[in-house]
């Protein structure tokens, strides 16, 4: 699964540990995420989602 | 107290089952029968709270870890089995073991206590190096 959270948290100025620190996750699950390494579950989308203020489709994308 | 982390709670749970385990080692007999016991209740105790404060990452990598390392820990110590029970290796392990049973008056423990205790202790070692393997490479190559 592909996403845009690198995208995303850059054009907030955030570090992966502030994104982290939002989610109340570990620095080493952004980056995984963000690597497309690791697919969240439902409810981590759905909290990332909130965090950027979009939907998850907006966010995650099939590869 | 809730505020600790993951790891301060397994730094936690492993620092108390060692001092534990040791100090049942050290007491012997029935007293340090109860004492392993309280050993592993405060392991299991506190790994509890350490997979709470862990986010779902890190419970992924351990459901990971344990199954497949687990499994092939397993199969690995059963493996090896033909060679750590030459004798030039495992009888100074029943002789420790025969010693550290036996009950501060003397007597000694049933012959089959110590080599049930051994077999149960290799294969949860095997069974934790499995673990540990794999926790490491799923780390590694989710970077």
């Known amino acids: ?63 | 107290m809730s505020r600790f982390s993951a790891r301060s709670w397994r730094i936690l749970a492993a620092l108390g089952f060692w001092a534990l385990i040791a100090l049942a080692i050290i007491v012997r007999g029935t007293a340090g029968l109860f004492i392993a016991y309280a050993a592993g209740a405060w392991l299991a105790a506190f790994s509890l709270l350490a997979w709470k404060r862990q986010d779902e990452f890190e419970r992924a990598a351990q459901k990971f870890s344990w199954v497949f390392g687990g499994l092939f820990g397993l199969l690995a110590s059963l493996a090896l089995l033909p060679v750590v029970t030459q004798p030039g290796i495992i009888s100074p392990l029943l002789g420790w073991l025969t010693a550290s049973l036996t009950a501060p008056d003397g007597s000694p423990p049933d012959p089959a206590a110590p080599a049930i205790l051994l077999g149960a202790v290799y294969i949860a070692l095997g069974q934790l190096v499995g673990f540990l393997v794999c926790w490491v490479g799923w780390h590694v190559t989710k970077r």
């Open chain 1, 1 to 63: 699964m592909k996403n845009r959270i690198r995208v995303l948290r850059a054009e907030k100025g955030w570090t992966q540990a502030d994104l982290a620190k939002a989610l109340d996750v570990s620095r080493n699950s952004v980056n995984a995420i963000e690597n497309g390494k690791y697919d969240p579950s439902l409810p981590l989308a759905f909290k990332i989602a909130d965090v950027f203020g979009l939907r998850i489709e907006e966010i995650f994308q099939k590869d």
